[in-house]
């Protein structure tokens, strides 16, 4: 119930308000306000070096390398203590844990300890979540596992489970396909989207996969010429600017 509300009260969970970023005499985005569509899958797409992992990691609350206003259901990230934060948002990075002796379950309960007692003792209501996280991203067969025998697309899944256990309104991923093969970056793309409308999540995952993007996900925020602007994915005003940024064509 108390999800609901909040989304009552904010339509747009996740809104950036004069936000710029840069490092020293470089600007990487120039002031700019907008919010990201709620139960929504949002591909953030631009060149190398654009500022993309920078975006992300300031919404996160780990870079404070920028100026203006990240919002999260109406207060500023910086203002959020870091254990309520971590009730807000969940992030993935792009590097795959390989840590020895924790198994997949062992991981997915991290998720859990903005939630658990001092100690991180997970309750039966925990281990609930952390089952029902793994089997929302397929890997209930992998439960007993452990994470360093796992190939790079399990192991990305049960990091999103970990996000999924941390119950967050907001997920973020830094590149969550790089090191898949193609058809592993289209389950994993197609995921994120059921995540996105069956959970209601809002979610925003950087990609190099254009094409992925463009056809899986709801919106694209493209960073491009120091600009980041919001665009429907399925428009063909959105592939031809996307086609343009790039100088690629599409067919």
Known sequence: MAQETNQNIFPNILRLENFSAGYGNRILIRPTSLDFPS???TALIGRNGSGKSTLLRAIAGINDSFSGKVMIEGQKIKDIPSGERAKLLSFVNTERPRITNLTARDVVGMGRAP?????GRLSAADEEIVTDSLAKVGMTDY????????????????????A???DTPVILLDEPTSFLDLPSRYELVELLSRLAHDAGKTILFSTHELDIALRRADWVALLADQELRLLKANEVATHNCVATTFGISFD
């Open 143 to 162: 439960a007993d596992r452990q994470l360093a025998t796992m190939s790079d697309g399990e192991c990305q899944r049960v990091m999103i489970a970990r």
């Open 39 to 41: 139960t929504s899958l």
């Open 164 to 166: 999924l256990a941390q």
């Open 115 to 119: 939630y658990t007692d001092w100690i």
